[in-house]
């Protein structure tokens, strides 16, 4: 038998390219797939994503989207890292199953780390499944601590007849800019230093979603939102909400309602928010509107780089995974 592979036959970081979408969707879905047979579920199989996902991923990261391939050129590895602002996270990120064991990971992470510290964030997070502990004890190893769930939740679109919040597509170019900015600053207000405003706009340009805002005279909250199929050659399912502000419980509700409406408005019958349980009162207040639970993530930061605590009245959720 061959030795395996060590990751000294491995080159990296280097930055993603759009032209490595299919190579990256490949090791995406064999590495996950294998990590869901090891975990048991053998008749699971991980779909590769849809390219303009990758695109909106890949754009986002920058210079955080890095791959190392090997001797032959083909890709290994990737992790995709992300920084708004002071906020920053790994995800999605991968090494081929048969590279797996040989060190290789240990380097995706520590590098995607080491770049996220020279960003100045003040947050260094990841997701994992709960279930896999081999994961949960590899990340430990690293110096990730583990925190509270991030569970998806799902509920029904519903059509309104009253204006229940502006989206930015509905704005002329300048009072969009004026309100990115209005929302940029409000957020502040609350996570000194955490900046959505890339994604805001990158959302925009690419046309894979849209923002919509709660505006009384002055921000209360906005989520983002994805309406681009997830997964490739698949038409789109539900719409899936990547960040929420509110100013408060009852914002946060005048925000659900928002999005229930603009999923109809784009012709889907279900939106996916994913929330965080350090946020119970906006987790209750799903469940209660008949929100239903669909799958669940930890959440693990790297010691010394925490999430913000935000006032107890107001809730911040922001999705680590594209």
Not at 48 to 77: K, S, T
Not at 249 to 262: H, K, P
């Amino acid at each position: 038998m061959s030795p395996r592979p060590s990751k000294d036959s491995v080159s990296g970081p280097h930055r993603v390219q759009l032209e490595d979408v299919r190579q990256l969707n490949m090791v995406f879905a064999d590495s996950f797939t294998d990590r869901y047979r090891r975990d048991g579920m053998m008749g699971v199989r991980v779909p590769r994503l849809n390219p303009e996902i990758w695109r909106y991923a890949i754009r986002d990261a920058g210079a955080g989207a890095m791959l190392w391939r090997d001797q032959q050129g083909d890709i290994v590895a990737f992790n995709i890292a992300h920084h708004s602002g002071a906020e920053g996270w790994m995800g999605p990120l991968a090494v081929r199953p048969s590279r797996q064991g040989s060190g290789i990971g240990t380097v995706i992470v520590d590098t995607a780390a080491t770049w996220l510290r020279d960003q100045d964030v003040t947050t260094i997070g990841l997701e994992t499944m709960p279930r896999t502990v081999d994961n949960i004890g590899f990340y430990s190893r690293l110096g990730f601590v583990p925190g509270h769930l991030t569970v998806t939740l799902t509920g029904e679109s519903r059509a309104s007849d009253r204006r229940v919040g502006v989206r930015l597509s509905q704005l002329s170019s300048s009072e969009r800019d004026a309100m990115t900015l209005a929302c940029r600053e409000r957020l502040q207000c609350s996570a000194p230093g955490y900046d959505f405003t890339r994604e805001l706009e990158l959302t925009a340009e690419l046309g894979v979603g849209d923002t919509v805002v709660i505006d009384d005279g002055n921000v209360r909250g906005f989520a983002l939102w994805h309406s681009e199929a997830l997964v490739e050659s698949r038409p789109a399912e539900d719409l899936r909400v990547l960040k929420i502000f509110a100013d408060s419980g009852e914002t946060f509700d005048r925000l659900v309602t928002a999005l229930e409406a603009c999923a109809s408005q784009v012709g889907l019958g279900r939106l996916a928010i994913r929330c965080q349980t350090s946020s119970p009162a906006a987790y209750t207040s799903l469940i209660e509107a008949g929100y239903r639970v669909r799958w669940t993530d930890l959440r693990m930061t790297l010691g010394g780089f925490p999430e913000p605590a935000v006032g107890d009245s107001e809730i911040l959720l922001s999705n680590w995974e594209i």
